[in-house]
């Protein structure tokens, strides 16, 4: 079975200019999630998705992030514009179905972003 | 102070030495993971706890609800599981909050 994919594994752009991450979970998974991972540090949540809907965007930068997932299965991340501080991984996790007690995240290989 | 706190930050040890990393928390959570991730960044999910104890291998995970407390061991380590292992606890509210990781590094 294919495991979380991302897309592009790498990108490095100027600052100001916008960029766009695509993921697609792992089929089957209603639940997505979208992870910016700085250097020595764990991963941040960016959004959650339950099925179509972001059931929890509170800690995405709602002036240059936004996110859809439009069907309820791939989901794009864009930044625009992109700022120097935005350089870091951006991973992409599915789960199914969130239990009482959580579900486990199966995490894609992530896209490491480098703004110049 | 974060919510989840992980020790030690840095671990070396040699080949074959049993491995305890530690992970408490200061909220209340529904469920707790572990996560490994290896250089070049890909994360693998180890393990999911909300009592007890599970064991995979040479990995072992308990956690301690009412102490706040999880505990990674790896028994006969190996170089290849150098790796950064992440705890992780989903508080009632539905949010996951991160540590900062346990850098392993095994020798040989």
């Known amino acids: 079975e294919a495991g979380v994919v991302q897309s592009p594994r790498y990108k490095i752009i100027e600052k100001k200019q916008p960029v766009a991450f695509w993921c697609n979970p792992i089929s089957g998974h209603n639940t997505l999630y979208w992870y910016r991972q700085n250097l020595g540090q764990g991963p941040e949540l960016l959004i959650r998705?339950?099925?179509?809907?972001?059931?929890?965007d509170s800690q995405l930068p709602k002036d240059r992030f936004s996110a859809e997932r439009l069907k309820g299965v791939d989901s794009t991340l864009k930044i625009q514009p992109a700022e120097l501080g935005d350089s870091a991984v951006y991973l992409c996790?599915?789960?199914?179905?969130?239990?009482?007690?959580?579900?486990?995240?199966?995490f894609g290989p992530g896209t490491r972003l480098l703004v110049l | 102070k974060n919510e989840v706190e992980q020790s030690p930050q840095n671990l070396t040890a040699q080949e074959g030495e049993f491995i305890t990393i530690n992970c408490s928390y200061s909220?209340?959570?529904?469920?707790l993971h572990w996560l490994q991730q290896h250089p070049g960044g890909g994360i693998v999910s180890l393990f999911m706890?909300?009592?007890g104890k599970k064991k995979h291998g040479r990995l072992i995970a308990t956690i301690n609800i009412q102490e706040k407390h999880s505990s990674l061991h790896i028994t006969a380590s190996h170089p290849r599981d150098s790796a950064v292992y992440i705890c992780a606890a989903m508080n009632r509210d539905d949010k996951i909050i991160f540590g900062k990781g346990t850098r392993l590094h095994i020798l040989p």
């Open positions: 996790a599915s789960s199914f179905n969130r239990g009482l007690d959580g579900e486990t995240q199966y």
């Open positions: 998705y339950e099925n179509e809907e972001a059931v929890d």
């Open positions: 706890l909300s009592s």
């Open positions: 909220v209340g959570i529904s469920a």
